[in-house]
């Protein structure tokens, strides 16, 4: 299934049917008794979402940040291929855990880091996933609004573009074009985040250009 940005993406009543992320970016997000939006999880390529993993809550639902394409797995087919073969089975198995690791860093980071803590840690974030490298340092593409942002930190938009302001004018994150962003050195933005260390280990890896822009050895 192809995707366009902002579709939302119906879930199955069966709550064990599977959800393949192949390209693009999901976002969960969930609207509250009161009204207020929140962005839960950020899905990038790779990932896996079933229907249980949603709260139940009647706005709760996926929905495409950027162009995606998904794989939807019935729920018999996926276990019958995750029990058929060990080694898929153990793969399966990694990826929701390491899924699970990021959404419990995502807690912590936003019930313990500060505004400023918090939009570094972002787009660190981004630019582990999506980011390519060039002379210029690391560019990438936010995928998300200022508001989708806003509440995927709990934070308030206008909070949101003072904070990015302040990044800008001191030229740790410059503004390329509309919705893409570049990062001259990774180093003065990875000492604004606490969890870099973290991000790293879970978004990165040993071998990616991205992760040795922000590890602390490079």
Known sequence: MRARPNQKIA?????????????????????????????????????????SFSPPLPEAALAAAVASEIWRVPSN??????????????????????????ANLHV???GSLNGEERVASFLIELAL????????????QIPLSRNDIADYLALNADTLSRIMSRLK???IVVQKTRGRALVPDGKVL????????ALVALHGSAASIQAQHFSALA
């Open 169 to 171: 004018a001191r030229g």
């Open 190 to 197: 990875r000492d604004l985040s606490p969890i870099t260390d």
């Open 77 to 102: 087919t996926f276990e019958t291929l995750a029990n058929s073969d060990p080694c898929l089975g153990a793969l399966l198995s990694r990826q929701l855990a390491a899924q699970q690791s990021r």
């Open 129 to 140: 996933r999506i980011g390519s490298t060039s002379p210029d340092g690391i560019s990438f």
């Open 11 to 51: 879930l199955e009543a069966d709550p064990a049917e599977a959800i393949f992320v192949r390209t693009g970016l999901l976002v969960l997000r969930t609207e509250l008794p009161d009204k207020r939006r929140q962005i839960l999880n950020l899905l990038y390529p790779r990932d896996i979402f079933r229907t």
């Open 108 to 110: 912590a980071a936003i």
